[in-house]
């Protein structure tokens, strides 16, 4: 089923991310899986199944005459200033970098755990005393050092793609390349979390005899590597999304560019932008003005919430009534 799946998307990637392209890739994907146990019923194995509901499905170009969308995909995917596409160099250098980086975030965050472990060390394992301490500070110092230019580097490597069009053939070596470190980033959460959920074992062992802090060390230096792993193979894997899942490269989700604004709001983008500049610090305005005036505080920070839930609401609705 996951092959049916896959070769849905595939067809689907060059369609505009409409609520009505959706709603019809979901309808084709309930009859393809509706085709393939029809099949299945009939006696054919898995890969003939598979085989005939892909066949009976036809190529892109059909798929866009049946479902009459192919003037909007032009229209919607073909940038004024394809000049300036991100290349799959560009990608390429950008992943390596992202590598990089999130290994040393992902290094800086299991130090500052490992400089936990060090200070019970000192305090648990009597001939470690002050050399336990002194790791501590110098673990935690250099976790802390390594966050934040790690950081500062994994916020900065996308700025020069900022709202720069993705070209499909970036987007499919993106694609590409995540699928081949798929393998990787599943051996190392199973690895990373394993690690985490199994770092009680030398608490229990260690306690039997009587050696209880050399078991709480062992568990953080346990969870730090688990940690280490989850979060670098996350970073990393997650970073492809940024080229997969948008015709725009957005650097920031906060601060869209106008094309990938326009991209993901269509005609409601300059309305979309001016509630984004105003919605948050009328609520805030009307926060303090209410809680002053009924001098309510206890409940009155419940209007952030309510806040929050109504802003997508009203993207929403601006949403379907320009497009």
Known sequence: MDTIKNYLETLFIEFPKTEEVQRAKQELLTIMEDHYWSLRDEGKSEHEAIGAVISEFGSVDELKETLQFESRVEETFEPED????????????????????????????????????????????????GLGIAAFFVSAAAGVGIIIMSGIELYNQGKPLNDRYVPREVQNLARTEKEAYHKSFKASLVLGISSCVLSLVPVILFFEYYYSAIGVVLMFMMIAAGVFLIVYGSIYSSSYNKFINNRYYVHDDDKMGPNARRERYGNAAPTVLLIEKLYWPLIVCFYFFGSFLTNAWEISWLVFVVAGIFHDLLISFFKKAYN
């Open 82 to 129: 394809d000049f300036n596409a991100i290349t799959e160099d560009e990608m390429l250098k950008f992943m390596a970098k992202r590598k990089r980086s999130s290994f040393g975030l992902s290094l800086g965050i299991s130090l500052c755990i490992i400089s936990v472990a060090s200070l019970v060390a000192s305090q648990g394992v009597w001939y470690l005393g």
